[in-house]
Every structure is written in C-alpha cells, then in structure tokens.
C-alpha cells in the first residue's frame, strides 16, 4: 500500500466520521467589532478650535488693519515680510477656524434630524 493510498482512506475514514457523529463543529469565535481610533487630543483640538462669530470676525478685522499696514510699507523692507508672515498665520488659523465652525454646525444639523427621526417612532 503506498503512502497516498493510505492518506486518501484516512481522509475518508474522517469525513465519514465527521458525517455520522452527534458532535458539533464548534462556532468559531466572532470577530471583535471595530470601533475607529479616536485620538483625545485631536478631540480637543477640534473643540477649542470651534470659534464663535465674534471670534472670527476679530480675528478678520487683525488681518484687515494687517493688510492695511502692509499697503503701506515699503517692499523691501524687514517689517514687510513679517507682516505678512502674521498675515499668513493669521489667514490659516482663521481658515482653520471656520472649517471646524462649519463641521460642527453641520455635525449638528445631523444630530437634530436625527433626533427628529427617532421622536417619529
């Protein structure tokens, strides 16, 4: 008897097995659920970045007396580029500042719908 011989019968010996015993299979296990990673600092980062109006609007009335100041200064001088550095930080945060604002009310807007979902049932 060859050696494929016997392990072709003893495959079918346990299948036979397998087919005619009481046993179960165990279930095997079910997967974790995946719950995405959400980092805490990240999490304030975005909660203090949501500015009010009157935040935004103070921090746009900087950047106009900045421009202003700009205009008026000469373009080779020192005082130029670094007003419009500020200008340039002052434009991202402000950039920033607005998407985040924009996000949230957006993120409420869905949570009042779905509350009004949920008072429907």
Known sequence: MSLWNFLSGFAVFNVMCDRFSNRRKPIPPTPEPYYPHCDYEDYQEYKTDIASDSDIED????????ENILAECDVMSDNY????????????R????????DLYMDNLDDLDFLQDE???W
């Not at 921090?59 to 900045?66: A, F, N, S, V, Y």
């Not at 580029?81 to 991202?92: P, S």
């Open 94 to 101: 402000l950039d920033k500042m607005e998407t985040n604002r």
């Open 81 to 92: 580029d670094y007003i419009q550095d500020q200008i340039d930080e002052l434009q991202a």
């Open 118 to 120: 949920l008072g429907d």
């Open 59 to 66: 921090l746009q009335d900087r950047i106009d007396e900045l």
